[in-house]
């Protein structure tokens, strides 16, 4: 595969770029199909090449994971996909929306209060949100939205994180090998059978790992990797923690790294052909080495305050991370024995929303800028474009464009996914607007997702489902 990628190299990139671990060399085209371990990927030219599935990225083959069929269709097993990239496996879509927007398809309206978006495995799909105090996992079926069970996720008073923002859960449900994982608002972690929801396994962040709950509570969606499950629990014990998916039993906590948590989520790193698990933090950027959970690097983050939300980006060695309230963003190079900033500026300022990175070039909502491009190589704006409809919201990216929702006004925009400047390509609006927002600062904060040729979008109790198949 080396030498294929070194002679492919000079091609024009097109589609995903696949990365050799062992070399570190790139690859440029569309997935086609995989294999007896051979991944087929589609050039620019129309060559069709194979790659050994073993020696692609831990990312890469997510994404191929992704792309397989299981249950009928593709999975988006947990937040921002198997990847964590928040990039859909999708192809064939929409590439302008009619006036009025996509046909709805189905539409669940007992969701309950939260945030959470779906993940979707085996033709099923899994939120959670909590009833009268009680935080739920909710299992829908696919193909119409109807409740197939809902299983207890633990409490959810009407104190603390909620006031003033809508309780219930933040975090998006993880999915892997039959199981289901969720973490309340305070903490609870759950494990139960995505077939029916019953209980296997349950931990407490605080009780059993030493961690503290955050002002606006536990937001993270646990990461599964292989055997593992990898969660957050902050404080002094470790702030990171590896458990055995099937038992619940602590593997290690990384005792080195005792940072509060925040709200972000984990995501995988391959650096140097080396496992290691990146988090971000109120003022650190840090890695742990995935084997042990030994701290490997920290990157100083002193301007984050208040709420550190996004998760991080990383590609080719290197780290993006924003943040709020005025913090900024910058990239940080971990190829090296220290972890070195290449840049950072205020370009984007990204709240809660989401960043994706597509072709070199990151999209997503800064606060007071709108819509924002920015170029990862030299954190440089491309452009921005505000206005209404077009304040602060969530980024979503498939098939070329980019999904947006603006958290205000609960509306939905089409965009093309390119430096050259912003193209919008259709709006609608949500049919329905929740009442539990009513008396609260909340406001529509879940990220929307595409999957097999279907648009997620929730507010709250209210889940729909639009068709966006070209």
Known sequence: MS????????????????????????????????KDGKVSVKRSNGKVVQIDLKLLSKGDQDFVASRSNVGGGASWPTFRGASRTDHSPDQGLLKTWPSGGPKLLWEYRACGKGYSGPAIVGGKIYYTGSFDGQAKIICLNGEDGKELWTADLGKDPGEGYSTGWGSGPRGTPTVSDGVVYAISANGSLVAVDAADGKKKWSKELVGDFGGKVPKWGYSESPLVDGDWLIVTPGGKDGAIAALDKKTGKTIWQSKDLTDGAEYSSVIIAEVNGKKQYVQLFMKTLAGVEAKTGKLLWTSKWPKGRTAVIPTPIYQDGKVYMTSGYGAGCKLVDISGPEAKDIWENKEMKNHHGGVVLVDGYLYGFSDGRGLVCQDFKTGEKKWNESGDGIQKGAVHYADGMLYCVDESEGSIFLAVATPDGFSEKGRFT???????????????????????GKLYLRDQDLVFCFDVKN
């Open 3 to 34: 030498m294929l990628l070194f002679f492919l190299g000079f091609l024009p990139a097109y589609g995903r770029t696949w990365t050799d671990v062992k070399t570190g060399r790139t690859l440029a085209g569309d997935f086609v199909e995989v």
């Open 430 to 452: 949500m049919p329905k607007v929740t009442k539990l927002r009513e008396g609260t600062n909340g406001k529509v904060w879940t990220h929307p997702v595409v999957l097999d």
